[in-house]
């Protein structure tokens, strides 16, 4: 079942709960009633004329059993409400029953916190009681409203008539916040916007450097043509290769906690990035942690994060500098620091690095190859690990991004790292 088809068999089933609730308050208020009724008769009936009619004692008993089936349904109905204002607050939308004058009758824990009394709810709850004015009326209606908060949040309204037998008796409106489905789709819209533009780029160049290949005769230029094309080749499968494992990564939201030796993860990440490191005479130093030390998660995950670290470094590292991958641990955490001489991060970036497809510098990623989805994987792997990423950096003076891990069991060596950011 999609989200579509979940959301109109809620819908249905919301609506049935509120017809029985509805069906429940009201046979309940009618027994009530009729009780009151039949005590205000038997008060003006004088005893005389009961006695007359076979007895005082007849005439109680009658009217104790006539009670005390009364105060049974009224229970019964009372039972019923109850039951169904337990299932209403375990629903996740907020819902407003009121009867057929309009008098809420009902709503549950959900619609309190949407419908408040601040300043920015006012607004819901005029909404919500002229929606149901008019559904009280017999006409169905829909608003949105945009509530600036803080925080910033968007509620959807709807109300409509409630109807037994061809007679109203009152209407139901339905609250829901889709604040963070939107957000949700505004995320959707701009990765796809993204993924769209990075994959235009280097297939376009693929088919401009195929057109003209195909027509060259000199053998230099047709192999410096052929070289350009591995190059966005190369580039298109990276991207993919990276969109398969932040989406499996996204995916593994609970990895195993198995226990990883920290040195074999930074020896398997740096050995992927050596050939990149060396073509680029950059000096790849990895201080091998004690063998004993270990973090508890999913090594492939661990390797893809650190990899990630280390190819971000050398992508933003001048020809020649140096890219330093250390460790440190206190007992509790393993910390992996990834340090290198590179052009730096400015100041006004460094809250968005690990946002998909966000570069510093575009121009340097797309000579050497980035992709810009490699400190979303970290931050992902972070996440799924129950730890953090952080970066230290500045313009011009290189960065340090410090992948944080809970420690495996067994004694952990306490190291400090002895390169730092500059």
Same mark, same amino acid.
């Given at each position: 079942?999609?989200? $579509? @088809?979940?959301?109109?068999?809620?819908?249905?089933?919301? +609506?049935?709960?509120?017809?029985?609730?509805?069906?429940?308050?009201?046979?309940?208020?009618?027994? =009530?009633?009729?009780?009151?009724?039949?005590?205000?008769?038997? *008060?003006?009936?004088?005893?005389?004329?009961?006695?007359?009619?076979?007895?005082?004692?007849?005439?109680?008993?009658?009217?104790? $059993?006539?009670?005390?089936?009364?105060?049974?349904?009224?229970?019964?109905?009372?039972?019923?409400?109850?039951? !169904?204002?337990?299932?209403?607050?375990?629903?996740?939308?907020?819902?407003?029953?009121?009867?057929?004058?309009?008098?809420?009758?009902?709503?549950?824990?959900?619609?309190?916190?949407?419908?408040?009394?601040?300043?920015?709810?006012?607004?819901?709850?005029?909404?919500?009681?002229? #929606?149901?004015?008019?559904?009280?009326?017999? %006409?169905?209606?829909?608003?949105?409203?945009?509530?600036?908060?803080?925080?910033?949040?968007?509620?959807? !309204?709807?109300?409509?008539?409630?109807?037994?037998?061809?007679?109203?008796?009152?209407?139901?409106?339905? #609250?829901?916040? =889709?604040?963070?489905?939107?957000?949700?789709?505004?995320?959707?819209?701009?990765?796809?916007?993204?993924?769209?533009?990075?994959?235009?780029?280097?297939?376009?160049?693929?088919?401009?450097?195929?057109?003209?290949?195909?027509?060259?005769?000199?053998?230099?230029?047709?192999?410096?043509?052929?070289?350009?094309?591995?190059?966005?080749?190369?580039?298109?499968?990276?991207?993919?290769?990276?969109?398969?494992?932040?989406?499996?990564? *996204?995916?593994? *939201?609970?990895?195993?906690?198995?226990?990883?030796?920290?040195?074999?993860? #930074?020896?398997?990440?740096? @050995?992927?990035?050596?050939?990149?490191? @060396?073509?680029?005479?950059?000096?790849?130093?990895?201080?091998?942690?004690?063998?004993?030390?270990?973090?508890?998660?999913?090594?492939?995950?661990?390797v893809s994060a650190v990899h990630s670290l280390v190819e971000n470094a050398v992508t933003y590292s001048d020809d020649g500098g140096e890219v330093v991958l250390d460790t440190r641990a206190n007992g509790s955490w393993v910390e992996i620091?990834?340090?290198?001489?590179?052009?730096g991060i400015p100041a006004r970036d460094l809250e968005r690095i690990f946002e998909r497809f966000y570069r510093v510098d575009r121009a340097r990623a797309r000579d050497t190859g980035g992709t810009g989805l490699g400190l979303a994987i970290?931050?992902?792997?972070? +996440?799924?690990?129950?730890?953090?990423?952080?970066?230290?950096? $500045? *313009?011009?003076?290189?960065?340090?991004?410090?992948?944080?891990?809970?420690?495996?069991?067994?004694?952990?060596?306490?190291?400090?790292?002895?390169? %730092?950011?500059?």
């Amino acid at each position: 079942m999609n989200e $579509r @088809e979940f959301q109109v068999v809620a819908a249905v089933a919301v +609506g049935l709960l509120v017809l029985v609730l509805l069906w429940a308050w009201r046979s309940r208020r009618q027994l =009530v009633r009729r009780l009151a009724s039949v005590t205000s008769r038997l *008060e003006a009936v004088s005893t005389a004329d009961v006695v007359g009619r076979g007895g005082l004692e007849a005439a109680l008993a009658g009217l104790e $059993r006539a009670a005390g089936s009364g105060t049974l349904r009224v229970s019964d109905a009372q039972v019923a409400v109850d039951r !169904l204002a337990d299932a209403f607050r375990l629903v996740g939308h907020g819902i407003v029953v009121c009867d057929e004058e309009g008098e809420v009758v009902f709503r549950n824990e959900r619609a309190d916190e949407l419908v408040s009394d601040r300043l920015s709810e006012a607004l819901a709850t005029e909404a919500v009681f002229r #929606l149901l004015a008019s559904a009280v009326e017999g %006409e169905s209606g829909n608003e949105q409203l945009e509530l600036f908060g803080p925080p910033h949040r968007t509620l959807t !309204l709807s109300a409509a008539p409630l109807v037994n037998s061809s007679r109203l008796i009152g209407a139901v409106a339905v #609250l829901e916040d =889709v604040s963070e489905r939107r957000r949700l789709e505004a995320v959707r819209r701009d990765f796809v916007a993204n993924i769209s533009h990075e994959l235009k780029t280097p297939v376009g160049a693929l088919g401009l450097l195929a057109e003209t290949l195909a027509g060259e005769e000199d053998p230099v230029v047709a192999n410096r043509l052929a070289e350009r094309m591995q190059i966005e080749a190369f580039r298109v499968g990276r991207i993919i290769e990276d969109l398969l494992d932040l989406s499996r990564i *996204e995916a593994e *939201e609970s990895p195993l906690r198995d226990p990883v030796p920290v040195h074999l993860v #930074l020896a398997e990440a740096a @050995e992927r990035v050596r050939g990149m490191a @060396e073509h680029r005479n950059i000096r790849l130093d990895v201080r091998e942690p004690p063998r004993r030390q270990s973090v508890l998660g999913d090594r492939r995950q661990l390797v893809s994060a650190v990899h990630s670290l280390v190819e971000n470094a050398v992508t933003y590292s001048d020809d020649g500098g140096e890219v330093v991958l250390d460790t440190r641990a206190n007992g509790s955490w393993v910390e992996i620091t990834v340090s290198d001489t590179g052009i730096g991060i400015p100041a006004r970036d460094l809250e968005r690095i690990f946002e998909r497809f966000y570069r510093v510098d575009r121009a340097r990623a797309r000579d050497t190859g980035g992709t810009g989805l490699g400190l979303a994987i970290v931050r992902h792997v972070a +996440g799924n690990h129950g730890g953090e990423v952080r970066v230290q950096s $500045r *313009e011009g003076n290189g960065s340090t991004f410090t992948l944080r891990i809970p420690a495996g069991p067994g004694p952990v060596a306490v190291s400090t790292p002895t390169a %730092e950011a500059g």
